[in-house]
């Protein structure tokens, strides 16, 4: 192996990831394909997804780049709460990619800081990435894309991706040791309370829940997938959740910083209560997608979710917030009472 490659990959591996690969920048053009393939499927995503050609065109903006350093980090080490499971995604529970408290994430910077100390050039982007992960990982043979769109190792789709440019032209492919999807099975798609996931290897951005809770869903009571989202509020897991492959894969062993004492504060009734401030300042630096002056959002989800597995108990909080000092909360909290009739 060359002896920059060893030293990249090992450094990786002794910084915590839990695989690393480099492909060339020009690997990135199958991912034009399935863009195209997606878009073709479901045309409404067009708008959505047209951005994310220069995932596969790099050298447009870094005409600089000649490989993509592609590194997997496992989230499925960290202490969820229970109560916390279901309602919002464990992705974004542990998501270190902003959270300077994280090790993952000082771990991610020093990688960096390594690949530069050993002269090459890089670049980076730490929140929605640089490049198309997924497709970068299957092509550096660090594990398999199942039909629900997961990249998966051997510790299942409870992985998350991270990717660097860099101006040599290194390459690491490995060559995946990983069982295949059984070859009837549909239970991801079957699971899909939306059937956002209609088929193998594609997904609708527009109804998958995770988008719902987050970037759509902003008139939740003429939503057409309200009652689907159950009980999710941030995110959703039921595609990954219901996988065979992911049998046993989560290896609750360590704690994410300020997960236990934040989930002490969150429940569907404590998001009803919660006041702007917390919901600004603690809830919305954790939770990013949804901005600061969306946070309003939280509330009608939980409403939403009551709504959908309702408990008695629930009731007075509806009401309270038919008098929230957020017009899109009262309006929610009133559709709420109008349909259980409250
Ligand atoms: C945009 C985006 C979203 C959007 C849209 C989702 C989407 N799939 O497009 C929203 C906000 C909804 C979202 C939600 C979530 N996301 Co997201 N998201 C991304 C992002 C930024 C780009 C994804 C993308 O390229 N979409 C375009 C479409 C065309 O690609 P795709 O759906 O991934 O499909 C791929 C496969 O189907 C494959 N493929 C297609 N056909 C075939 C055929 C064969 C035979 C094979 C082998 C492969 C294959 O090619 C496609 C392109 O790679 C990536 C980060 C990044 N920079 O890569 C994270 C990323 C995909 N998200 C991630 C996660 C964890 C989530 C959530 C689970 C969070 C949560 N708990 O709610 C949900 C899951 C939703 C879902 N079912 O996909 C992780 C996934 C990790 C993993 N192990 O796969 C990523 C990689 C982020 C990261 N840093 O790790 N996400
Ligand atoms: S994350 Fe949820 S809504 Fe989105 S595709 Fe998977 S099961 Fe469907
Ligand atoms: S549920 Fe079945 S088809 Fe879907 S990803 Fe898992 S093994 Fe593959």
Redesign the pocket.
């Known amino acids: 192996m060359n002896l920059l490659v060893e030293k990249i990959k090992n450094a990786a591996l002794n910084m915590g990831y839990e695989k690393c690969g480099i492909i060339k920048i020009s690997d990135m053009s199958g ?1 034009e394909e ?2 195209n ?2 878009i073709q499927r479901i045309p409404e995503v067009k708008p959505y ?1 047209e951005g ?1 050609y220069r ?1 596969a065109r790099l050298q447009d903006t870094y005409p600089w780049a000649k490989s993509i350093v592609i590194c997997v980090r496992q989230y499925g080490k960290y202490h969820i709460p229970d109560h916390l499971k279901g309602l919002i ?4 529970l542990v998501d270190s ?1 902003r959270d300077e408290n994280s090790e993952d994430f000082q771990d991610s910077l020093k990688f960096e800081a390594y690949l530069q100390e050993i002269g090459l050039k890089t670049a980076a982007e730490r929140k ?2 640089i ?5 970068a990982a ?1 092509k550096a043979g660090l594990g ?2 199942r039909r ?5 190792t051997e510790s299942g ?1 409870w ?4 990717a660097w440019l860099i101006d040599k032209e290194l390459e690491s492919v490995e060559k995946p040791t990983l069982k295949e999807c059984p070859k009837n099975c549909n239970l991801c798609i079957k699971s899909c309370p939306t059937a ?2 209609s088929e193998p ?3 609708n ?1 527009l109804s ?1 829940i ?2 719902l809770t ?2 759509e869903g902003w008139d939740l009571p003429n939503e057409k997938f309200n009652s689907q989202m159950g009980s999710w509020v941030f ?3 039921a ?2 959740d219901v996988c065979p492959m992911n049998k046993g894969s989560w290896r609750a062993a360590e704690e994410f910083p300020g997960l236990t004492e934040l989930s002490e504060h969150i429940s569907l009734e404590k998001i009803l209560e919660m006041d702007y401030t917390f919901l600004e300042k603690v809830m919305q630096p954790k939770f990013w997608y949804i901005g600061k002056d969306d946070v309003w959002r939280w509330k009608t989800n939980a409403i939403n979710a009551m709504v959908n597995d309702y408990k008695e108990q629930y009731g007075e909080y509806i009401r309270c917030a038919s008098n929230d000092s957020n017009e899109k909360v009262r309006e929610m909290a009133q559709w709420a009472i109008g349909k259980l009739n409250l």
């Open positions: 991912y399935k863009l393939e997606r997804y994310f995932f995604g464990k992705y974004y990619r929605f990435g490049t198309a992960f997924r497709w299957l398999l894309v629900n769109n997961f990249f998966y789709s992985v998350h991706l991270e956002s996931l290897y594609t997904m951005r998958c995770s988008c987050t970037f995110g959703c897991d595609c990954q």
